[in-house]
Nanobody
Framework: QLQLVESGGGLVQSGGSLRLSCAASGDLYAIGWFRQAPGKGREGVAC????????KYLGSVAGRFTFSRDNAKNTVYLQMNSLKPEDTAVYYC????????????????WGQGTRVTVSP
């Protein structure tokens, strides 16, 4: 049973930065980032597969969010810069063996979620 532990959320002012981490208990997994804003469905942000390829799914974060992976630590990072109030959401990481997907239903394992709140 793969376990994912997220960290790094919090409250930040508009224009600020946060870095989210997702530590996995195993390797060879693709790790996806999703977010769910209040009253909205879960949307895919990006995914990094086990080879380090990055697939970006959300145009609204282009140029502001970057994604990276440290295979030695089995940890994936989501660096969020120039944050906007509309980025406010609970952010989740999810894992599936080998392959990335934009669809949340394709992921078997989920982190507990970390809340990001961006004030105006």
């Amino acid at each position: 049973q793969l376990q994912l532990v997220e960290s790094g959320g919090g409250l930040v002012q508009s224009g600020g930065s946060l870095r989210l981490s997702c530590a996995a208990s195993g390797d060879l997994y693709a790790i996806g980032w999703f977010r769910q804003a209040p009253g909205k469905g879960r949307e895919g942000v990006a995914c990094i597969n086990s080879s380090g390829e990055i697939f970006k799914y959300l145009g609204s974060v282009a140029g502001r969010f970057t994604f990276s992976r440290d295979n030695a630590k089995n940890t994936v990072y989501l660096q969020m810069n120039s944050l906007k109030p509309e980025d406010t959401a609970v952010y989740y990481c999810a894992a599936e063996l080998y392959y990335c997907s934009k669809d949340a239903s394709d992921y078997t394992y989920w982190g507990q979620g970390t809340r990001v709140t961006v004030s105006p």
